[in-house]
């Protein structure tokens, strides 16, 4: 028999014994996708997490038995504690019982209601990678960690054996550095629809950058920018750095065009030794470049190229102050040629022709279905005869692109949505050929990468919601 066909047959017989002796290794649960949303309010947990009132369950942290997960396995030799369990000043966490080696296994019965959950979401709390069972079936894997109690799907199959009465939850969950926390819990709740990314979907380049945005300009090239001083960009950093391409593949540096040392006047001010630039954007208007930007004390700026060309030099229309307080500045040009200042969370202001200032007082663009379309990272377009205005939430531990439309500029707004999962602070342009496309930022933890400068092509139908193109 070749060595192939020896080892097959050696693996079969072994899987053959571990099911003959009751201990088999259970199958890998389903990765969970998670939820934008909220817990429904009012309504019971099937499964109560710790984070509010402590829930007991038995534990180990020597490897048990395979069968470990089944409700039949005698968990009475292992430990009995009140969750969460982990280490002191893991972020979100609300330790009970300490934990601090490579792994756990935590077993725990419920009572569920006679009616399965109408809605049913996972809220967990995992740092590091957690596995679920429920009732011995493999029902939800978590991935890596997280900072918060957060919502995930839940898979059909994950409650198929979900009875009234009395149910059995194992959990185990593996750690291998910095903070430790595990909880888990069964709630309702109200889910968002989000849309997905597209496969593969991956940087531009290796280079850290926040707050991307893209300008197409009239020579034909396109003009990067964006946050950049990593790792001080919290706290300082130099200024605005371009970049180059003809192509939207091939990006060439074109440096510093703009620093607060060299170039800065109230921007060289400091606030508890902090003094940064932030979500600098390039806008080509009235034959020339304009640089928005704010500062992370507070206050956006705006400035102009006085050649015409993306590389400058610039000179800021307000140099004894700020334009606006808060953060995050924007430019928008209606077809009618009025330009528009944009920022924070959606507040606009006309300016005055020759782009020197604003002509009027600032006020809010809000959606029908919430106080703001987001608190931050305003971003105001035109698709279709449309207005569009995005900005960035954090919906349940993400930092998510949302939009709202209007037939009119100054609204009325409708709902707001979740346009570009984890994208925001982000913004919206056309390439050469008139397609729409995002820029796309990555500020959570649960995005595919973070602050790397990246690009998806959108969708814009005429009367429905901005999504990713698959």
Request: hydrophobic fraction near 35%; aromatic fraction near 12%.
């Amino acid at each position: 028999m070749p060595p192939q066909s020896l080892q097959l047959l050696a693996a079969a017989l072994m899987l053959a014994l571990a099911l003959s002796s009751g201990h088999a290794e259970p199958a890998a649960p389903p990765i969970a996708k998670f939820l934008r949303g909220a817990e429904t309010p009012g309504a019971k947990p099937t499964i109560e997490t710790s984070r509010d009132r402590a829930q007991t369950w038995r534990y180990t942290l020597a490897k048990p038995h395979d069968d470990w997960s089944q409700p039949d396995f005698d968990d009475s030799a292992w430990q009995s504690g009140p969750g969460g369990f982990g280490t002191e000043g893991t972020p979100g966490a609300v330790v009970r019982t300490k934990w601090d080696t490579p792994d756990i296994w935590l077993r725990r019965e419920f009572e569920a209601p006679a009616d399965k959950p109408a809605s049913p979401a996972w809220l967990v709390h995992h740092d590091e990678d957690t596995e679920v069972y429920v009732n011995g079936v493999p029902a939800a894997s978590f991935p890596g960690y997280v900072a918060a109690y957060t919502l995930y799907r839940v898979e059909p199959t994950a409650l198929a054996d979900l009875k009234p009465g009395k149910n059995l939850i194992a959990v185990h969950c593996h750690q291998t550095t910095g903070g430790q926390y595990v909880d888990v819990g069964l709630v309702n709740a109200e889910v968002q629809d989000v849309p997905d990314l597209p496969a593969g979907f991956k940087p531009l380049f290796d280079y850290p950058l926040r707050d991307t945005c893209i300008c197409l300009g009239p020579d034909g090239v396109y003009y990067l920018t964006g946050t950049t001083g990593a790792p001080t960009w919290w706290v300082t950093n130099e200024g605005i750095r371009l970049w180059k391409s003809e192509n939207l593949k091939t990006w060439t540096p074109l440096g510093l065009v703009w620093t607060v040392e060299r170039d800065g006047v109230w921007q060289k001010k400091t606030m508890d030794g902090k003094r940064a630039l932030w979500a600098p954007e390039i806008h080509y208007l009235k034959g020339t470049y304009w640089l928005t930007y704010c500062m992370n004390f507070g206050g956006t700026g705006l400035l102009k190229s006085t050649s015409g060309k993306a590389e400058g030099p610039y000179v800021d229309i307000k140099p004894d102050g700020p334009l606006t307080g808060e953060i995050d500045a924007s430019l928008f040009a209606d077809d009618d040629g009025k330009v528009y200042f944009v920022y924070q969370d959606g507040k606009i202001a006309r300016m005055k022709d020759d782009i020197s200032g604003l002509a009027e007082t600032p006020h809010l663009l809000r959606p029908t279905n919430a106080p703001h379309v987001g608190f931050e990272g305003a971003f105001l377009f035109k698709a279709n005869g449309r207005y569009y205005l995005s900005c960035a939430e954090v919906n349940n531990g993400c930092y998510d692109c949302m939009i709202a439309s209007s037939d009119k500029l100054e609204g009325p707004y409708g709902d707001r949505y979740i346009a570009i999962p984890h994208g925001g602070h982000n913004m919206f342009f056309q390439d050469k050929r008139g397609q729409w496309w995002s820029t796309f930022f990555g500020s959570d933890g649960t995005a595919p990468f973070s602050e790397r400068p990246a690009l998806l092509r959108v969708d814009i139908p005429a009367h429905g919601k901005v999504a990713p193109r698959q």
